[in-house]
């Protein structure tokens, strides 16, 4: 399901977004996660303990981490409160869905969420290749990397 949203981002800035998920915005997320059909169907289940009233509370959960996200995202202050609201927030939707995977004997499989990649504001990257490993953790060692 494309959106005419993300088909104008990809058409209007091409060297911005090569594919279509490239495209995709949180809210276009939101959207289709709290699709009636679609969430019935697919997302139900994995998100049931974070959000037990269901598809309509995932929405008014999802869009309070998507404005805090935003801010953050556009090096914008946030209150103590809005730290607070997105920790507690993402670790419901986290530990929901790793719940959802030990139920299905997948958790090993899909041990979620992954960092993937680390930036700072001054563009340089650190990709999860490079990430030390302790034991079940990863970690950064941020002395032996030439950030600058």
Known sequence: MV???EIYRLISEPDRFG??????????LIDIICNPKLYNSHFEEPLKNAFV???????????KIKDIRNFLSHSN????????QL???????????KIY???INKE??????SIRTFKDS???NIFSSQFLDLNTHKYIDLKSVNLY
């Open 19 to 28: 594919r279509f998920i490239d495209a995709t915005f949180f809210e276009d």
């Open 3 to 5: 959106s005419f949203s």
């Open 101 to 103: 995977f030990q139920a």
């Open 77 to 84: 202050h946030i209150t103590n409160r809005q730290a607070e």
């Open 87 to 97: 920790s507690c927030y993402s670790k419901d939707v986290i530990d929901s869905i």
């Open 53 to 63: 009233l269901g598809r309509e509370q995932a929405r008014v959960y999802l869009f």
């Open 122 to 124: 001054e563009g340089s």
């Open 108 to 113: 090993k499989e899909f041990n979620v969420p």
